[in-house]
């Protein structure tokens, strides 16, 4: 038996495409460790457990443009004055780059992939807009821009993806592979998948919890 681990700089290319609902076009990559699910669910016996993150196909790849600039750094500095475009030409070495210059070098890092350098565009993080003031960090600058840049507008709504597949050996010998789907989309005007599937599970867990039908804590 062997444990198989990935590096946190190098989840985002750990993604391969996941299949099993094409419709979605989803893509996965490892989410923590998995192996203390083995105890937990009690598949001790289990030869291979894995808990991913399901993501539509492309966001990986978005991410590790991030990564690979430096925008996920926690260090505390002073960001005052600086704009998004000052900011991306400094995390790569210079400041006074013109814009020609900026776009050459990303697509240097970027190593001819066009899909990266358009998130970085469409995201505003070339733009000359000023970075939040109440921030200390890259990365918290980073967080604010994707939540002001990202958010749902309104009419839009959220979904759910969960994929169980798990694959056993019968008594007989003969493999077999079980699957269970769970697909919640949120409403217009009303809950959100989010808050439905982390919401009501825990609602209903609480009222059984209170009719004793629940007795081990």
Known sequence: EAVVSTQSTGLTSSAEPFEVLPGFNLECYPNRDSTVYKEAYGIESAHTVLRGTLRYRGYSSAMDSLIKLGLFNV????????TWNALIKELLGNRNLSNAELKS???????????????????????SAPLPSNVNSVMDALVEKLASSLMMPEGETDVIIMNHSVGVRLPSGKCETHRSNLVVYGEEGGWSA??????????????MIMNGEIKER
């Open 75 to 82: 260090k505390e500095r002073d960001l005052s004055g600086l």
């Open 105 to 127: 070098k990303l697509v240097t890092l970027f190593k001819g992939d066009k899909n990266k350098f358009a998130t970085i565009k469409r995201l505003g993080l070339l733009d």
């Open 194 to 207: 989010m808050s439905k599937t982390v919401g009501l599970p825990v609602g209903i867990a609480a009222e």
